[in-house]
């Protein structure tokens, strides 16, 4: 555990280097559902979450208060309850008052409802169609804003659904909605996208990261599951692609984007945003970035100091 809680913190120092200022800790994977109550299956997740916090709190610049995310329920489980939800917030508000210093917690909570990260991929590589509980977004939500000040709750694995869904997610109360995978779609199966760059990356990732795949899987699961993780060895090449090439995956990516910000209402927005929101510049530390400076003794912002963990 203390392996992976070492990585995790040089991971969010990376990002916190890199001038990522909103970070999600997903600790559901380590929900204990065999334990008898609530209490003690949320207790690893309310545990590490609040133990990240005080890291992020700690290496966060003095200008600015990261937003934070946690998670109760492993996308892809069982749907989250409004019991999970308050046993969480509960339980880890309270281990952060333990830690002193008057640590500001999550900003919002991602639940599960019925999806999984990315859609559930079928034999054939297709996405299976999933149905999202949307009362359970409505009324979670209500009781993260009215009980905790949260912003609501967050929606994962949205990319791959309908596009009537996206309608109801603004209307239920959904704070944040993700939907990366449904744009790496796009960009990997658009008509765009050079179809001898693409088998290369298939290779790659078959060659590279056959420890991934679980038994019985196809191999259109299997690439579908691992494509993402190309981008970082292949960026380069990606990057180099013809104008042409990028002009027209933007134009797929733009029409797409046009259609998710009208149905998910945040079209004409600045001035809320603007009435709320406080933007300052924050110097960024290149050679930190470059680097990929670590927590293990290491600086992310020399005023802060150190943390030798």
């Given at each position: 555990?203390?392996?992976?809680?070492a990585e995790l913190k040089d991971w969010i120092t990376r990002?916190?280097?890199?001038?990522?200022?909103?970070?999600?800790?997903?600790?559901?994977?380590?929900?204990?559902?065999?334990?008898?109550?609530?209490?003690?299956?949320?207790?690893?997740?309310?545990?590490?979450?609040?133990?990240?916090?005080?890291?992020?709190?700690?290496?966060?610049?003095?200008?600015?208060?990261?937003?934070?995310?946690?998670?109760?329920?492993?996308?892809?489980?069982?749907?989250?309850?409004?019991?999970?939800?308050?046993?969480?917030?509960?339980?880890?508000?309270?281990?952060?008052?333990?830690?002193?210093?008057?640590?500001?917690?999550?900003?919002?909570?991602s639940i599960q409802t019925g999806t999984s990260h990315g859609?559930?991929?079928?034999?054939?590589?297709?996405?299976?169609?999933?149905?999202?509980?949307?009362?359970?977004?409505?009324?979670?939500?209500?009781?993260?804003?009215?009980?905790?000040?949260?912003?609501?709750?967050?929606?994962?694995?949205?990319?791959?659904?309908?596009?009537?869904?996206?309608?109801?997610?603004?209307?239920?109360?959904?704070?944040?909605?993700?939907?990366?995978?449904?744009?790496?779609?796009?960009?990997?199966?658009?008509?765009?996208?050079?179809?001898?760059?693409?088998?290369?990356?298939?290779?790659?990732?078959?060659?590279?990261?056959?420890?991934?795949?679980?038994?019985?899987?196809?191999?259109?699961?299997?690439?579908?599951?691992?494509?993402?993780?190309?981008?970082?060895?292949?960026?380069?090449?990606?990057?180099?692609?013809?104008?042409?090439?990028?002009?027209?995956?933007?134009?797929?990516?733009?029409?797409?984007?046009?259609?998710?910000?009208?149905?998910?209402?945040?079209?004409?927005?600045?001035?809320?945003?603007?009435?709320?929101?406080?933007?300052?510049?924050?110097?960024?530390?290149?050679?930190?970035?470059?680097?990929?400076?670590?927590?293990?003794?290491?600086?992310?912002?020399?005023?802060?100091?150190?943390?030798?963990?």
């Amino acid at each position: 555990k203390e392996k992976e809680i070492a990585e995790l913190k040089d991971w969010i120092t990376r990002a916190v280097n890199a001038g990522f200022y909103n970070i999600d800790i997903d600790a559901s994977t380590v929900v204990d559902l065999s334990k008898g109550n609530v209490i003690e299956q949320q207790r690893p997740n309310f545990e590490v979450t609040a133990q990240l916090t005080e890291f992020i709190r700690d290496i966060e610049p003095d200008m600015a208060t990261i937003s934070i995310g946690g998670e109760i329920g492993e996308v892809g489980g069982k749907n989250s309850t409004e019991e999970e939800l308050r046993t969480f917030m509960d339980n880890y508000l309270s281990t952060l008052a333990r830690m002193g210093n008057n640590m500001k917690g999550i900003s919002k909570m991602s639940i599960q409802t019925g999806t999984s990260h990315g859609g559930v991929v079928l034999p054939d590589g297709t996405i299976a169609k999933v149905k999202v509980d949307f009362d359970t977004i409505e009324r979670l939500s209500s009781v993260a804003r009215k009980s905790y000040g949260l912003a609501g709750v967050v929606q994962h694995g949205a990319s791959t659904l309908p596009d009537d869904a996206f309608d109801l997610f603004q209307k239920r109360g959904a704070a944040e909605v993700h939907l990366a995978t449904g744009f790496q779609n796009m960009i990997y199966d658009g008509k765009y996208f050079p179809d001898n760059l693409k088998q290369e990356i298939y290779k790659y990732l078959k060659d590279n990261m056959a420890k991934e795949r679980k038994e019985g899987e196809t191999d259109e699961q299997f690439i579908y599951k691992t494509r993402k993780k190309a981008f970082g060895p292949f960026k380069q090449r990606i990057w180099d692609l013809s104008q042409s090439i990028k002009d027209g995956i933007r134009q797929e990516m733009e029409e797409r984007f046009a259609l998710l910000f009208s149905k998910l209402k945040v079209i004409n927005t600045h001035d809320i945003a603007a009435k709320w929101a406080n933007p300052i510049n924050i110097p960024s530390k290149l050679e930190n970035e470059i680097a990929g400076v670590g927590s293990e003794g290491k600086k992310v912002r020399e005023e802060k100091g150190e943390r030798g963990e």
